[in-house]
T-cell receptor, first 112, second 110 residues
Framework: DAGVTQSPTHLIKTRGQQVTLRCSPK?????VSWYQQALGQGPQFIFQ???????QRGNFPDRFSGHQFPNYSSELNVNALLLGDSALYLC???????????FGEGSRLTVL | RKEVEQDPGPFNVPEGATVAFNCTYS??????FFWYRQDCRKEPKLLMS???SGNEDGRFTAQLNRASQYISLLIRDSKLSDSATYLC???????????FGKGTKLSVIP
């Protein structure tokens, strides 16, 4: 049973560029959340997708957008990258009835 | 005041010691509480949920005090494998957003 998978695992971008990160949820899960974790900080909620809609959004600018596909996989897009966007981006999935989040190993983004 | 606050540590304890972590949260309407564990450069994983009556899972005991908006985690008989960062997590009322604290780093020393 595959857990949450994310790609790519590492990437380097320059300021102003755009990035797309991908996530496949754990089998049987229909809800996907994205978190940003800066060094030495706890994960910060970006948004959550359910039934292909953004169900809730954290305190992140519109440069951060996402999508959920019919197979429940999800993408996180970040436009006009800033140095401060350098972080570990974590995808987490859960089933509608439960609160335990299962995290992927993350995509580590470095913005130069 | 931050939504979820934890002492960042580090806590350096010898094997076999008992160690306690505390966490406070600002939203009195918060409905659910959890402790997650995160190993170095790995993803967070659920350690245990926290209930008002307190709950225990082997060497781990979690307590919730709603009146004081305070959550605790007690680890007894510490093992080397307990070395990790422990994240206090709160779910707000009517929310789908889990709010994480910064984490408390534990190092268990031989």
């Amino acid at each position: 049973d595959a857990g949450v998978t994310q790609s790519p695992t590492h990437l380097i971008k320059t300021r102003g560029q755009q990035v797309t990160l991908r996530c496949s949820p754990k089998s049987g899960h229909d809800t996907v959340s994205w978190y940003q974790q800066a060094l030495g900080q706890g994960p910060q909620f970006i948004f959550q997708y359910y039934e292909e809609e953004e169900r809730q959004r954290g305190n992140f600018p519109d440069r951060f957008s996402g999508h959920q596909f019919p197979n429940y996989s999800s993408e996180l897009n970040v436009n006009a990258l800033l140095l401060g966007d350098s972080a570990l981006y974590l995808c987490a999935s859960n089933s509608g009835g439960g609160w335990e989040l299962f995290f992927g190993e993350g995509s580590r983004l470095t913005v130069l | 005041r931050k939504e979820v606050e934890q002492d960042p540590g580090p806590f350096n304890v010898p094997e076999g010691a008992t160690v306690a972590f505390n966490c406070t949260y600002s939203n009195s309407a918060s409905q659910s509480f959890f402790w997650y564990r995160q190993d170095c450069r790995k993803e967070p994983k659920l350690l245990m949920s926290v209930y008002s009556s307190g709950n225990e899972d082997g060497r781990f005991t979690a307590q919730l005090n709603r009146a004081s908006q305070y959550i605790s985690l007690l680890i007894r008989d510490s093992k080397l494998s307990d070395s990790a960062t422990y994240l206090c997590v709160v779910l707000g009322a009517g929310s789908y957003q889990l709010t994480f604290g910064k984490g408390t780093k534990l190092s268990v020393i031989p």
